[in-house]
């Protein structure tokens, strides 16, 4: 398998999946730990890739997303954005509105305010 089909079948098989440094349990970078503590907070189910593991997926999902940079969040098969853009769709409401569009469970405390 290639790494654009490792990349891809994550992607697809996965309603959230977040490529980012290190693990969720453990991130590696500030932005990947923000990322981290905003899918926490709205409680939506998630799963963490760690692009630190190799070289060749680090590389192969800047290409296949053509962002430049990790964190980058994918629901349902779509890239939804990296730190910056998930952050201010989260402070808008917006991303847990999106993940609420997609049929995923947010914590309800997450819409209040």
């Known amino acids: 398998m290639s790494i654009e089909q490792?990349?891809?079948?994550?992607?697809?098989?996965t309603d959230?999946?977040?490529?980012?440094?290190?693990?969720?349990?453990?991130?590696?970078?500030?932005?990947?730990?923000q990322v981290v503590q905003i899918l926490d907070f709205i409680g939506v189910p998630y799963k963490g890739v760690n692009v630190l593991e190799s070289d060749d997926l680090r590389q192969?999902?800047?290409?296949?997303?053509?962002?430049?940079?990790?964190?980058q969040l994918y629901v349902k098969g779509e890239f939804v954005g990296g730190c910056d853009i998930?952050?201010?769709?989260?402070?808008?409401?917006?991303?847990?509105?999106?993940?609420?569009?997609?049929?995923?469970?947010?914590?309800d405390r997450a819409m209040a305010g």
């Open 86 to 107: 998930v952050r201010e769709m989260f402070q808008a409401k917006e991303l847990q509105q999106l993940m609420k569009d997609k049929g995923l469970p947010v914590k």
């Open 16 to 33: 959230v999946v977040l490529f980012m440094k290190g693990t969720p349990q453990q991130p590696m970078c500030g932005f990947s730990g």
């Open 6 to 13: 490792f990349i891809d079948n994550e992607v697809k098989s």
């Open 60 to 71: 192969g999902i800047k290409s296949y997303s053509q962002w430049p940079t990790i964190p």
